[in-house]
């Protein structure tokens, strides 16, 4: 390692974590009723950093009262003048990005290289709600010549956000951007498995929003349950699993409240024979996410390769995967892909590799810890890639979510497209083709909410992204999300 990259390292290995461990709302911060506090584990070697309370039923429902208390005055509040304390917001996650960085690579096992784009994409969001946020406006409606007809778009009051571990502070300074220009309270639920950075985020956000606007709410399932089945909860969301959807649907059920979901992706990259080869190649390995460790739901894990060029690209792809993605300890800047979250997700992701043996996949390459004694301690897997995958196995059917890479060969367009549809998920695809045709009719059959043409992986601002099927309700990062935290109210004026 060279002299700088050490001298990072060691800076990370100081970096002072978030003096606040314990609960943030009501613009103060609060130990739980209950007293009760867990660890949060480093991933890459299975210690503890640090001790975080964890809310309860009392807990959440104080904050809750917090939150709902602190609304009138807020939706009351100029809109320039909410957009003022968005723009600032947004200043101080660019100023404090690398030390956020920092924080998450060491409570996720993300690469810290990468992580530095995070508080750069969630400060993007910011300004641009509040950018738009003139665009929550109504419509007069001429029906009548003796009435006037109108609309008014009102804020609906307190949101609960609950994020996802693989970008904690990405997600969850991001997504408090809608709501907030709309004019609505929020609560933020990080994720158990990576709280520290959203707790930092509520230290440096302190002062920046009015008391009880933003609240942290670091808490498990009882926690997530209370916020999706209160009343004054008026709109719950979620990053996450198929299952802990379900959950928060049954949860917000109770009190008829809409719900925002993205959920999991069992996602296609296709490969037509036309397609650029370097170009493909790079878009399978950017679309995997391996950086992630394949954490990333919306991960092209599904790979599907025309025969004429399967055995080629396969090659190709093992050999540059080999040489690119080495797990290494996540806080070093030259380390590209990090370990998975948590022991358990470990063991899960090793039981889909030891699945796909029995089943009849060919191992590729990885499908095992690293042979590195340095992360012998760490929850760590070897980026992994199966080939002569069929649709009936298991790792073609179920959300991975770690580094396994599943490729198909394909000959006939019409069983392709069976294939790429055969799931409950339809998140996000990737069409791989030089011909404009080819690439429209196959995106027209393609049943996802995102699809990527010669592409993957990126996301733009203004581009509705969310899911189709099993894989969400809802649309994120545009004019939509913005216009789904508020509710619309007619007025009739007879004349």
């Known amino acids: 390692m060279s002299n700088c990259n050490t001298a990072r390292l060691e800076e990370a290995e100081a970096l002072p974590l978030p003096k606040a461990r314990d609960l943030f709302y009501g613009g103060e911060w609060h130990r739980p009723v209950e007293g009760q506090y867990e660890d949060s584990i480093d991933p890459s070697n299975g210690t503890s950093i640090a001790t975080v309370a964890q809310a309860q039923r009392t807990d959440t429902e104080a904050a809750i009262e917090a939150a709902h208390a602190a609304w009138p ?10 957009q003022a304390m968005m723009h600032e917001a947004a200043r101080r996650l660019r100023a404090h990005a690398r030390e956020f960085a920092l924080i ?52 609906i009051g307190v949101v609960a956000r609950i994020v996802a571990y693989n970008h904690p502070l990405m997600f969850a300074a991001g997504k408090i951007a809608a709501p907030l220009a709309a004019g609505n309270t929020v609560i933020v639920k990080p994720p158990v498995q990576a709280p520290l950075s959203c707790l930092r985020l509520a230290e440096v956000l302190q002062d920046v929003f009015p008391p009880g606007v933003l609240n942290i709410l670091p808490g498990g399932k009882e926690c997530g349950q209370v916020l999706a089945s209160h009343p004054l ?107 998975m979250i948590s022991a358990a997700r470990r063991d899960e992701v090793m039981s889909f590799i030891e699945s796909a043996k029995r089943e009849g996949a060919r191992l590729v390459t990885g499908g095992k810890a690293p042979d590195d004694p340095r992360l012998q301690s760490g929850f760590y897997i070897e980026p992994t890639i199966f080939s002569e995958v069929t649709p009936a196995m298991r790792i073609a059917r179920e959300e991975i979510f770690g580094p396994v890479m599943a490729v198909f060969r394909w000959d006939d367009e019409s069983a392709l497209l069976d294939a790429v549809n055969g799931t409950e998920f339809g998140l996000t695809a990737s069409i791989w083709t030089q011909s404009l045709k080819t690439a429209h009719r196959c995106a027209s059959c393609v049943q996802a909410g995102y699809i990527w043409i010669n592409q993957t992986s990126r996301h733009y601002l203004g581009v509705p992204f969310g899911g189709a099927k099993n894989s969400g309700l809802g649309r994120e990062e545009c004019l939509d999300e913005l216009l789904d935290f508020t509710a619309v109210k007619s007025v009739n004026v007879q004349l």
């Not at 950086?291 to 025309?306: D, K, N």
């Open 104 to 155: 998450d690579a060491i409570d996720t096992g993300n690469p810290v290289a990468e992580m530095l784009v995070d508080a750069q994409v969630a400060a993007d969001s910011l300004d641009y709600f509040a950018g738009i946020a003139p665009m929550l406006k109504g419509e007069t409606i001429p029906v009548s010549d003796d009435s006037l007809h109108y609309t008014i778009r009102e804020p």
């Open 73 to 82: 005055a807020w939706r009351s509040l100029p809109m320039k003048q909410r």
């Open 233 to 339: 909860v008026k709109k719950v969301t979620l990053i996450g699993s198929v299952p802990t959807g379900r959950a928060i649907l049954r949860s917000a059920a109770e009190t008829i409240k809409p719900a925002l979901l993205e959920l999991g992706g069992k996602n296609a990259l296709i490969a037509f024979p036309d397609a650029d080869r370097d170009a493909l190649v790079s878009g399978i390995m950017r679309g995997m996410n391996f950086t992630w460790a394949g954490q990333s739901c919306g991960s092209t894990s599904r790979v599907f390769l025309h025969a004429s060029i399967h055995d080629e690209i396969l090659e190709r792809v093992a050999d540059e995967l080999r040489k690119r993605h080495i797990p290494g300890p996540p806080t070093d800047p030259a380390t590209t892909m990090g370990p």
